[in-house]
């Protein structure tokens, strides 16, 4: 968040809540019920807003996706639904695993699947859907079952939860769907669904799922019978849930479509104001959910459109043919083709970022007029960014980690940011560096190798490496091999996508950014009991700073947005320069460190650089020319043969 943000609000009771929220201070359930009960809309939004630019910048995700459902018939009756029907209906449908397999393609990130309960359907039918699916379309991740679907299946089947996710997961299933969480209260589970799960099933499902690393979303179904308060509530279970178990990629409010349920009248839908507040209000209560999905297939486009200016930072995606909404009926198309995704990000003035199913960056689409810049999302990467202008009409922002940033910058999509140092060695053709970055003479904190050996006997070892970096990385084979002689060693990327990857079966790990700030603040590595922190290691070793991204700007960068952007760095490095203790408050709490601790660790970065940093960069390219030119290729590309894994 923008510490200098300060905002006019038409609801003086507005201010005291934006002062925590700009302090990090999580929001109270009396806090949401007073943003749901103000009549400034504009001035909740634009507080959403801002949090979802201080964690997404300016992009909003969109998957290439397919919804599969492939049967309507259900053991359940529940009031709201009109898509379940019984095994007489005229409208009961089955779909066979050959018809399924017709409605995918082979360019689709995602494929989600849900449906009725059906009463016959075997378990191996599952499974051979999921691994059928997975082996015909390597490139599409199965987003499968609700939580209601995987205890129906637990109950049916005899397993327990457990047993049932392991045998979907080793099929294929990568992710969990949120639905079948409707709105977690008792009154309104007894009225409205009464067979269904409760709110203690749904979330002991998607703990135990967190658990096996499978993450999920969850939903809100809101505008039937269910009270303001009971809306908070489900809030706030989630944000409870999340702080345990952290593995909630979106939060997705489910606007009611009234249909033919007799809960409401057929077109007596949420009112665009009620669409508006409920994404807003989740948007700022939770504060531990990455990213909130604007569903336009509820919401209409026009709406989910504008809710992406209040605080959604996610479209679903193409989504193909939807009956859940749609026999409800919902007025939305069945289906946005890419472009049209597309254009409606563009129309709220966000950046449409491609993703795949754990919100990975593909492939961005700015306007032609915009410069794309690379918001590292790392707490030593928070002092660039706090004086970048919101609505700015040539610059938008995006979070990329470095490895992403270094290949989308050879794609040619960003215009600036934080190169990692490697990166930019390979494409200073394309990029003038400016003389910013980030710098440390001594610890870093966060370019840990946790290991179970001494550097000298990690001959012969493998060693993880964090699927995020570029630079680090490199630093560690310099420091393997020119520092402790050891050339005989293993690297492999850690790949979240294979679920059968663990730390722990390897001899080190190297991990980088946040994620090695929070092992380092939280007691470590389980099983790693030393810990070398790399930028140590090259300062012991040279008496130097180790330079891990420098600023870069693409040459060709139209001068309104170089401008623009070079401007906005230098103020934001001299506005944070006093705030570290802000910054503390905002983000320590994330990583798990106090806000003195924070102010401790930013300090010690140079983020302007000097002639210090010019003879670092100067070192580390010598060292790491000569690596390449004795054996580093030849040996890399071993490696790489085996493990067909690219670097
Ligand atoms: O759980 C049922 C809801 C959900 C109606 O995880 C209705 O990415 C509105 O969960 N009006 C299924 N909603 C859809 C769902 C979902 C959708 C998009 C993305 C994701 C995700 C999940 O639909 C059900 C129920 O809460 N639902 N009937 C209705 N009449």
Redesign the pocket.
């Known amino acids: 968040m923008t510490s200098s943000t300060s905002f006019t609000f038409r609801d003086n009771l507005l201010y005291s809540i934006w002062d925590k929220v700009r302090s990090g201070e999580r929001l109270s359930k009396e806090d949401a019920l007073a943003l749901y009960a103000s009549d400034d809309l504009i001035g909740v939004g634009r507080m959403a807003n801002e949090v979802a630019r201080a964690k997404s910048g300016d992009s909003v995700y969109f998957v290439l996706n397919r919804k599969l459902e492939p049967t309507n018939i259900c053991v359940l009756s ?1 009031k ?4 379940a029907v019984k095994p007489d209906s005229p409208e009961a449908y089955e779909m066979t695993i050959a018809e399924m397999l017709s409605k995918l393609r082979p360019d689709l990130h995602e494929v ?1 699947i ?1 449906g009725g309960l059906h009463p016959k359907w075997p378990w191996e039918f599952y499974i051979d859907m999921v691994r059928t699916i997975k082996t015909q379309f390597p490139n599409v991740d199965v ?1 499968a079952f ?1 939580a ?1 679907e995987i205890d129906y299946f637990s109950k049916k089947f005899k397993k327990s939860h457990e047993q049932v996710l392991r045998e979907l997961q080793e099929a294929g299933l990568r992710t ?7 709105v977690f209260s008792e009154r309104v589970r007894k009225e409205l669904f009464k067979q269904k799960i409760g709110a203690k099933t749904w979330f002991d499902v998607h703990k135990t799922a967190h658990r096996l690393g499978i993450q ?2 969850v ?1 809100m ?1 809101y505008g039937h019978i269910e009270t303001i308060e009971e809306r908070v509530e489900h809030m706030l279970r989630v944000r409870e849930c999340q702080d345990e178990t952290n593995g909630f990629l ?1 939060f ?1 409010p ?6 033919n ?1 007799g809960i409401k009248t057929r077109n007596d839908f949420t009112s665009a104001i009620d669409d508006l507040k409920t994404i807003a209000v989740s948007r700022l209560m939770l504060d531990n959910v990455p990213h909130i ?1 604007a ?1 336009w ?2 919401l209409t486009a026009e709406v989910a459109t504008i809710a992406l200016n209040f605080g959604a930072d996610d479209m ?1 995606g193409t989504v193909g043919e939807e009956r ?2 749609h026999d ?1 009926g ?1 007025i939305s198309p069945m289906e946005l083709a890419k472009g049209k995704l597309i254009s409606i990000i563009h129309d709220a003035g966000k950046l449409p970022v491609e993703r795949d199913i754990w919100y990975n960056p593909i492939t961005i689409y700015p306007k032609p007029e915009w410069s794309v810049v690379s918001k590292m999302p790392y707490l030593n990467s928070v002092p660039f960014y706090n004086s970048f202008p919101d609505y700015s009409t040539v610059v938008k922002l995006v979070p990329l980690a470095p490895r992403v940033f270094g290949k989308l910058a050879e794609q040619g999509s960003v215009a600036a940011g934080p190169m990692s140092l490697r990166d930019y060695m390979t494409m200073s053709d394309d990029f003038e560096r400016l003389d910013y970055g980030v710098a440390v003479k001594g610890k870093a904190n966060s370019v840990l190798l946790f290991s179970k050996f001494d550097w000298a006997e990690l001959a012969g070892k493998r060693i993880c490496i964090s699927a995020e970096t570029s630079t680090s990385v490199e630093l560690l084979r310099v420091l393997l091999e020119k520092r402790f002689g050891i050339s005989d060693y293993l690297f492999h990327r850690y790949d979240k996508s294979n679920p059968s990857h663990s730390y722990k079966d390897y001899d080190a790990v190297l991990l980088i950014g946040d994620e090695a700030l929070q092992k380092a603040y939280g007691g470590g590595l389980t099983g790693f009991d030393k810990v070398f922190d790399l930028a140590e290691e090259w300062c012991t070793w040279k008496g130097m700073p180790f330079v891990f991204a420098v600023w870069v700007i693409r040459k060709v960068t139209p001068e309104t947005a170089r401008k623009e952007i070079v401007e906005s760095l230098e103020r934001s490095l001299t506005n944070s320069a006093d705030h570290f203790g802000e910054f503390g408050r905002e983000h320590g709490a994330k990583v798990g460190m106090s806000e003195a601790e924070v102010s401790d660790y930013l300090s010690q970065f140079r983020y302007r650089f000097s002639i210090d940093e010019h003879a670092a960069m100067a070192e580390f390219e010598m060292e790491y020319e000569s690596l390449t030119s004795n054996d580093r290729i030849a040996m890399s590309d071993k490696r790489i043969a085996k493990q067909s894994i690219s670097f």
């Open positions: 529940c709201f639904c009109d898509f989600h849900t987003k609700t209601v969990m769907p949120g639905g079948g969480a409707e999920s979303n939903t179904l979106s997705i489910l606007a009611f479509q009234p249909g349920t999905k569903y297939v509820m679903d859940i909404a409800a919902a």
